[in-house]
């Protein structure tokens, strides 16, 4: 199996700031990365596909980059609705395996 | 609007048996792919199973051989039969549509809706 490697597991940031969280793939994934947002009690929301896709809906804030196997998810001015966990996953093969995720919280 | 609902989440003996069901709804479910994921108690995310718009269905190791994924297209709803159930079992459970447009198993895109989730609960 691929295994997804997030870093960093936590961040402290204040509003404002540009949030950059990081996903290394264990072997070339293409650009088939995707990026979800998760706040607690609730379902996972896709933010971005295909690596740098902003899906229907998603403020352009948020913008993804990479392919192979280094890639990245910005967020340009982090607002309060940012704070959450973030998790990519890898749709490159079956079983499409998560990154352990990343904690967004309020310096 | 797009709406995925899950029931059947409960609590269960180690050993037992559960069935969990996902009802869409606002979109032509037949034409789409679909996926449980499960997440354990302050755990990340963890794909369980997968079925096609056609007759493909894939598993998670760790669940293989114990759950059995299927869909009812004229009842718009997806389920899960979960045997033989396990204390590492124990998780949210969602269930998730997929874009369009992938090559399964080769590549394919991300979950674009998902349900609010069930919770299962395996003690002894």
């Known amino acids: 199996d691929i295994q997804m490697t997030q870093s960093p597991s936590s961040l402290s940031a204040s509003v404002g700031d540009r949030v950059t969280i990081t996903c290394r793939a264990s072997q070339t994934i293409s650009s088939f990365l995707n990026w979800y947002q998760q706040k607690p009690g609730k379902a996972p929301k896709l933010l971005i596909y295909a690596a740098s896709s902003l899906q229907s809906g998603v403020p352009s804030r948020f913008s993804g980059s990479g392919s192979g196997t280094d890639f990245t998810l910005t967020i340009s001015s982090l607002q309060p609705e940012d704070f959450a966990t973030y998790y990519c996953q890898q749709s490159y093969g079956t079983p499409g395996t998560f990154g352990g995720g990343t904690k967004v919280e309020i310096k | 609007e797009e709406q995925l609902v899950e029931s059947g989440g409960g609590l269960v003996h180690r050993g037992g048996s559960l069935r969990l069901s996902c009802a869409a709804s606002g979109f032509t479910f037949r034409t789409y792919s679909m996926n449980w994921v499960r997440q354990a108690p302050g755990k990340g995310l963890e794909w369980v199973s997968y079925s096609s718009s056609g007759s493909t269905i894939y598993y998670a190791d760790s669940v293989k051989g114990r759950f059995t994924i299927s869909r009812d297209d004229a009842k718009n709803s997806l389920y899960l039969q979960m045997n033989s159930l396990t204390d590492e079992d124990t998780a949210v459970y969602y269930c998730?549509?997929?874009?369009?447009?992938?090559?399964?198993?080769?590549?394919?895109?991300?979950?674009?809706?998902w349900g609010q989730g069930t919770t299962v609960t395996v003690s002894s």
């Open positions: 998730a549509r997929e874009m369009s447009g992938g090559n399964r198993p080769y590549y394919y895109y991300g979950m674009d809706v």
